[in-house]
Every structure is written in structure tokens, then in C-alpha cells.
């Protein structure tokens, strides 16, 4: 059974501050997913990374993938409060295959 | 262009009624999932249309949960007799086809709260 676990699960961190939010996943899979959710909001899609070593960034987040360590990892540079939200990782198995989903991250970032 | 879209946006029944669900695609994505996610347990796959088939069912809680799609586009989301655990946000995404790969896009969801 895939399993996808994120640490931390809660963050609050202060404005201009960076951190680091993890993604381990039990299986093998190439293919992860980063989403975004604010409460009473549904997922928005941030990255998707297809391949080992593959990097993105977008804004202050960047997000990289470790295949053969099974882990991804989604780094937040200079937070801003607009970066408060519930931060998910989600990986599947191939083509058609459902998404397995972290636990999320909540993560609020104070003034 | 228009994304997913679900109805109703909230629900609110008594327990032991049915109720539908249903959920608009983005147009010509052929590959349809609904998730589920409540407090206690997350975000969890419910089941997986490509066309109007069901390749992979293996998410729904139990027989009182169904499922159809016509003309590979709408879904609905049926579920009987329905119970206080089955509260939650139930979601539908899709995407373009399930060759992949491709992120699910989203829709709102519908909350449904079983009194």
C-alpha cells in the first residue's frame, strides 16, 4: 500500500523567514504532486514533478523531487501571510492511477 | 475556460436518506475521480472513470456508495442511507486523459453534512 507521509504537519513561521516542508512516500513512484488549499477552498495545483532531480519554482516556493530517496521537498524563501494555506503532497502510480495524498501541512505565516 | 464545477455546494440531510452529488468536468477531459476529505481521515480516493467506465472502484467505503457517468462527461455520486461518518467534503477532479501525466484539476466540492 503506497503511503505518503509530510512533516511538519502544522508550521507557523514569521514573515521573511524561510523553511522547508518534506513529503516521504513508501513505494516507487516518479511522479509527485504539490497542491494548495485554502480553508474552505478546494486543491489548486502548484507543481508536478516527473523525474528524479526535477526542480521547480514558482514565486517563493520551489519544490524538488529525490526518487530514489522517496522524498520531495517544497521550500518557501521570504514568507509572506498570502503563503498561509494547507500545503499537500500527492503521488500516484501511473497513468489513470488515483492520487495518494499526504496528511497536508498547515502552515501560517505571521506578520 | 470554465473549470470543474460540483452541486450542490452544501448538502445537509438526515440520516438514513440518499442523496446525489454530482460533477461537471472541465470539457474533453476524459478521465474523472472523486476524493473525499474529512477531518479524521484526510483526503481519500473514492473511484476512477475513464470514459463512462470505472476502471478502478476500489475506494468506495461500502455498498451503499455508487457511482455512474454518461456520455464520459457528467458524474454523479450517489450515496444511500446515508450516515454521520459519511460527512465530509466529497471532491471531483479530472484531466485531459489518463495518459498522462497531467494534475487533477479540481473542483469546489460539495460539503455534505449528515444530521
Known amino acids: 500500500e503506497l503511503k505518503v507521509e509530510q512533516n511538519p504537519l502544522f508550521l507557523s513561521m514569521q514573515e521573511g523567514k524561510n523553511y522547508t516542508i518534506y513529503c516521504n512516500y513508501s513505494t516507487t513512484s516518479d511522479r509527485l504532486y504539490w497542491y494548495r488549499q485554502d480553508p474552505g477552498k478546494s486543491l489548486e495545483s502548484l507543481f508536478v514533478?516527473?523525474?528524479?532531480?526535477a526542480v521547480k519554482q514558482e514565486g517563493r516556493l520551489m519544490a524538488s523531487l529525490d526518487t530514489k530517496a522517496r522524498l520531495s521537498t517544497l521550500h518557501i524563501t521570504a514568507a509572506v501571510h498570502d503563503l498561509s494555506a494547507t500545503y499537500f503532497c500527492?503521488?500516484?502510480?501511473?497513468?489513470?492511477?488515483?492520487?495518494?495524498f499526504g496528511e497536508g501541512t498547515q502552515l501560517t505565516v505571521n506578520p | 475556460g470554465a473549470g470543474v464545477s460540483q452541486s450542490p455546494s452544501n448538502k445537509v440531510t438526515e440520516k438514513g436518506k440518499d442523496v446525489e452529488l454530482r460533477c461537471d468536468p472541465i470539457s474533453g477531459h476524459t478521465a474523472l475521480y472523486w476524493y473525499r476529505q474529512s477531518l479524521g481521515q484526510g483526503l481519500e480516493f473514492l473511484i476512477y472513470?475513464?470514459?463512462?467506465?470505472?476502471?478502478?472502484k476500489s475506494g468506495l467505503p461500502s455498498d451503499r456508495f455508487s457511482a455512474e457517468r454518461t456520455g464520459g462527461s457528467v458524474s454523479t455520486l450517489t450515496i444511500q442511507r446515508t450516515q454521520q461518518e459519511d460527512s465530509a467534503v466529497y471532491l471531483c477532479?479530472?484531466?485531459?486523459?489518463?495518459?498522462?501525466?497531467?494534475?487533477?484539476?479540481f473542483g469546489p466540492g460539495t460539503r455534505l453534512t449528515v444530521t
Open positions: 472513470f475513464q470514459g463512462n467506465s470505472a476502471p478502478d
Open positions: 500527492a503521488v500516484d502510480r501511473g497513468s489513470g492511477s488515483r492520487l495518494t
Open positions: 514533478l516527473l523525474s528524479n532531480g
Open positions: 477532479a479530472s484531466t485531459p486523459n489518463p495518459v498522462g501525466p497531467y494534475e487533477q484539476y
